[in-house]
């Protein structure tokens, strides 16, 4: 699998990278992100890539619920109440929150399937990926200008 994944990374042509992913495109991107700054063994494949699957499934639910629950904010704080305001904090408190303890809870998870030098790169490479997201974003947004 680690092998096709790298193929994949190989083979992607540059114009994926003009622009920013999405979807499909998006996951293989970062699976083969993930797979090639962690140097997976085909052991650490087969149990690693489960429970990051769960881990980034529970996770989206949270992000998605918190889309949702700020899909339409107000842009001027001035304009809204301060029951509003406080409503819309704590809210965005509790976001976080459940976002952490899906961290704490598949932390462990993640240190029985890789060696603790990978969980860190994991992390790692979770905000590189990120980063690399934001740069595509930043090009393409300049050649439309």
Not at 33 to 52: C, G, I, S
Not at 82 to 90: A, Q
Request: hydrophobic share 35%; charged share 40%; proline share 6%.
């Amino acid at each position: 699998m680690k092998k096709l994944i790298v193929a994949l990374i190989i083979f992607f042509p540059p114009c994926l990278f003009a622009q920013p992913p999405r979807g499909e495109k998006l996951e293989a991107l970062k699976i083969g992100f993930l797979t090639q700054r962690l140097d997976l063994t085909p052991d650490e494949a087969k149990n690693f890539w489960p429970v990051y699957n769960q881990f980034q499934d529970e996770l989206e639910k949270v992000r998605k619920q918190r889309r949702e629950t700020f899909r339409n904010p107000r842009e001027n704080f001035d304009d809204m109440s301060d029951s509003e305001l406080e409503k819309m904090v704590d809210a965005e408190i509790i976001q976080r929150q459940n976002e952490l303890d899906i961290f704490k809870k598949y932390h462990p998870q993640f240190k029985q399937v890789l060696p603790i030098r990978k969980v860190a790169r994991l992390y790692k490479t979770e905000e590189d990926f990120k980063r690399k997201l934001l740069e595509m974003i930043r090009e393409r947004k300049g050649e439309r200008r």
